[in-house]
């Protein structure tokens, strides 16, 4: 499994409607080929700060998908000012267990 | 669902030794009441870091655990040097979005 963790952060007005965003997310990800789920963290002491984790079949499936309608349907959505978030870095990983 | 991340690094020459110690981890934790899952990560472009996953169904089942016997019998097996694992922060979050 493929495993990429973007860091996001918006500012402190913002918090609420980010979160919301992601609650109310597409789903247009969840039937790609490939893809093995997502996760939305927000952090406790920085509530500004969210990780989103998403899971891959393999790396290649993952840059497929940063291509396709579906990403771009997703970013589309992304909130504005002050909600708009930042990325503040992907991180790639390789599960060694669980 | 309360999350944490442990953020750990080790020398170069103890990256294997540490990966397969996870991989053969005691499992003591799995069947501590309130734990919901375990992952370890390793970092594509810096093999050296690791991330520990960890998900629990509430901080208070989390810090009960970090007091535990089966806390103290996993860390026991914790290995020496190259490969003695750094902590390098753990960071606390809320599940937002899946």
Redesign the interface.
């Known amino acids: 499994m493929y ?1 990429t ?1 973007s860091e996001i952060h918006c500012q402190e007005a913002g918090v609420q409607q980010l ?1 919301d965003a ?2 109310s ?1 597409l789903h247009a990800v969840d039937s790609f080929d490939g893809f093995l ?9 920085r509530p500004d700060r ?2 989103m984790i998403t899971r891959w079949d393999s790396r290649s499936t993952f840059l497929r998908y940063m291509k396709s309608d579906q990403h771009r349907a997703s970013h589309a959505r992304i909130p504005r000012d002050p909600a708009k978030p930042r990325a503040a870095g992907l ?8």
């Open positions: 495993v963790i979160a992601f609650r997310r789920g997502l996760e939305v963290l927000q952090d406790r002491r969210f990780l991180t790639e990983y390789d599960v060694v267990a669980t």
